[in-house]
């Protein structure tokens, strides 16, 4: 592990532990070196939700071969050491303030591990770090809970060498093991044949006596393995949001799928597409994943984004920076970046009064929408309310699942076009029922009402109310002028009150009463 900075005052934003301090704007990464792939991610910074700003990944193959020979892919070291070369020289250029790098279970199992770490370091000048199965486990688990703080299940990361599950109890990590069931040794395990493999996950998976204490509860799979996965089942499902993270399929389908995958011919394999990079281990990740579902029993398969390397930043984060809601923090950071003028917090508690009895999800919900709702001012107006939707859908929001970034897309959609009705919108509303849509739209028309009332000047909000009372929808303004209505203003108010069957009014506010 290096560090750019070891000591010194950070920013209270970032949320740093005091022996890994780094300013906000300083960029963070890590590199994952596992027994498949090694991969460098860089982070825009160190905080709640750390925006990946570069991504690349090598498929080294080092764990080949480990099984039989107790030692590392000669090929696949070679090729390792130029890659680690090329990042170290990337993470400068791009001024990384701070590069981790993390070797896990083929680094960690070969009788050669240690002699690799020291030629990184002759080479590159990089300090490898090989981290133990049970802190893989930690960690991939501290990712997933990074994501959806309230997770509550099992958590399974799938790498090319182990297996590592974690029992989650509402947030809480519980029991965790590693087992050496990865493809790549899976492939050197009874010459290949699936039916002796079935018997050798199963045998692993029988030890584990906590295992059915997570039966009916959500099973949240890490990995580019089932990653790839998800990914086959969204195109033959044709899922509208080609989007990994909270991805949830129900378990028999899940299982079933996997199944089929574990048994379809490297011909097979390539004709899908998204699977010809993984062509050679997809079927035993499927197979693993099949014989696990039978296991466990979940409820529910939940995918997640969010591993091992968001697990080790969430780990140097301090714990109250821990705690916060990651939706809200990363909502709030493109606030931060793309407002214009204004507070849009100011707009959570001038919107309230249209949405009486709405639960904490919902209320949070509605928040983050109104943290997203300006993000579009500088797209040419035609395009505004395209480009919004789009962002916002397909942007690596965590702590959000498919239905709740959709409503949030087409309510940042509505506040620009005035309708949820337009190509970019099909796919989010086939994701939502009439109620959530109709949510969606009056939210939507809500913002919009704002933003031209205030110029996006949201602090004049508050000397305005907006109210639903009996048949009318009213919008009270000071009656010094000082926030004037106009023709625009009538317009908005008179689309959203058309929204809630009901009729607008725009009224001053009283004065107070002579003594």
Not at 259 to 269: D, V
Request: charged share 25%; net charge neutral; hydrophobic share 40%.
């Amino acid at each position: 592990m290096t560090s750019a900075q070891e000591n010194g005052a950070g920013s209270p934003n970032t949320g740093v532990v005091e022996n890994g301090v780094l300013d906000r704007v300083e960029r963070v990464a890590v590199i994952d070196i596992g027994s498949n792939s090694i991969r460098l991610v860089v982070y825009d910074a160190l905080k709640r939700s750390p925006l990946p700003v570069f991504n690349e990944k090598v498929l080294c193959g080092l764990g080949r071969g480990v099984e039989k020979t107790g030692r590392l892919n000669p090929e696949g070291v070679a090729q390792a050491l130029d890659a680690l070369e090329r990042f170290s020289v990337l993470a400068a250029g791009m001024r990384v303030g701070r590069l981790d790098i993390i070797a896990t279970a083929a680094v960690r199992d070969a009788s050669d591990g240690e002699a690799f770490v020291d030629a990184v370091k002759a080479r590159t000048g990089l300090e490898v770090r090989v981290i133990s199965g049970e802190e893989e486990a930690r960690l991939s688990a501290l990712g997933v809970l990074s994501g959806t703080p309230a997770a509550d299940g099992l958590v399974g990361d799938l790498g090319g060498g182990s297996l590592e599950l974690v029992r989650l109890d509402r947030g809480v990590i519980g029991e965790h093991v590693t087992m050496p069931l990865g493809p790549l040794r899976l492939m050197e395990s009874a010459s290949g044949k699936q039916n002796g493999l079935n018997r050798v996950i199963d045998q692993h998976l029988e030890k584990l006596d906590w295992l059915p204490r997570v039966k009916g509860k959500p099973f949240y799979p890490v990995g580019g393995g089932w990653r790839a996965l998800a990914k086959l089942h969204m195109e033959q499902v044709k899922h509208p949001l080609h989007i990994i993270h909270h991805y949830a399929v129900p378990c028999g389908e899940a299982r079933d799928f996997a199944g089929l995958i574990a048994k379809q011919s490297r011909s097979s394999l390539e004709k899908m597409s998204g699977s010809r990079r993984r062509v050679d281990t997809l079927p035993y990740a499927a197979l693993v994943f099949e014989r696990l579902l039978r296991a466990a029993q979940p409820s529910t398969v939940v995918f997640s984004a969010f591993g091992l390397r968001e697990g080790h930043l969430f780990s140097l984060l301090r714990p109250e920076v821990q705690r916060q809601d990651p939706l809200i923090a990363a909502a709030d950071d493109w606030a931060q970046r793309f407002g214009r003028m204004g507070d849009p917090a100011l707009l959570v508690s001038w919107t309230s009064g249209l949405f009486a009895g709405e639960d904490d999800a919902a209320q949070r919900l509605r928040q983050a929408a109104c943290l997203l709702s300006d993000v579009g001012w500088g797209e040419h107006p035609d395009y505004r309310a395209e480009h919004a939707c789009l962002r916002i859908l397909r942007y690596p929001f965590p702590g959000v699942d498919h239905d709740e970034r959709a409503f949030l897309a087409l309510a940042v959609y509505a506040r620009y076009a005035g309708t949820i009705d337009g190509p970019a919108t099909v796919g989010p509303r086939s994701l939502l029922n009439e109620a959530q849509a109709l949510k969606a739209t009056v939210l939507g028309l809500a913002l919009r009402l704002a933003h031209t009332l205030t110029g996006g000047a949201t602090a004049l909000l508050q000397r305005t109310t907006l109210k639903v009372a009996g048949e009318r929808l009213t919008l009270t303004l000071p009656d010094d002028n000082s926030v004037p209505a106009g023709e625009a203003v009538q317009r908005r108010l008179d689309a959203l009150a058309k929204a809630l069957n009901r009729k607008g009014e725009i009224a001053p506010s009283a004065r107070p009463q002579a003594a």
